[in-house]
């Protein structure tokens, strides 16, 4: 994990586009980094696992935190590792809760099933961490 340490944007430098106060230092994976550890484990230099997008398609992925995993939009290390923790911890409960369970298409997804009550409050707070 980064140290969580805002360092302030000298003039030109790019800015975290949530604070907008701290250097945007830090990268936000744009698939959550835990769904693809959930998913595809963890690749290696020996058994990568491979990304496609509009441009290129089979890009050897061997890290969790290879740069192409990330967005080019970036945002603090305070931000990403304090502010979204939160919200980061949330979305794991309720996509862990989501792979145990056989969706079809059409069917509801009752998010007092996944959080209990007070499902908006959970959903931004996760409550349910104990935090
Ligand atoms: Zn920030």
Redesign the pocket.
């Known amino acids: 994990m980064e140290a969580n340490v805002a360092v302030a944007a000298p003039a030109g430098e790019a800015m ?1 586009w ?2 907008k ?2 250097k945007a230092d830090s990268g936000e994976h744009k698939t959550k980094r835990s769904d693809l550890l959930a998913v595809l484990g963890t690749p290696t230099q020996d058994a990568p696992f491979y990304f496609n997008d509009l441009n290129r398609r089979n890009q050897a992925v061997k890290s969790l935190d290879a740069k192409i995993l990330k967005m080019p939009v970036r ?2 290390a ?2 990403n590792n304090a ?1 979204t923790q939160p919200h980061d911890r949330a979305w794991e409960h309720m996509s862990d809760r989501l792979r145990a369970r056989r969706l079809a298409v059409g069917q509801w997804v009752r998010c007092n099933r996944i959080f209990g009550s007070a499902v908006k409050r959970q959903m931004l707070v996760p409550t349910f961490l104990g935090k």
């Open positions: 975290c949530i604070c106060a701290n945002i603090c305070s931000c502010r």
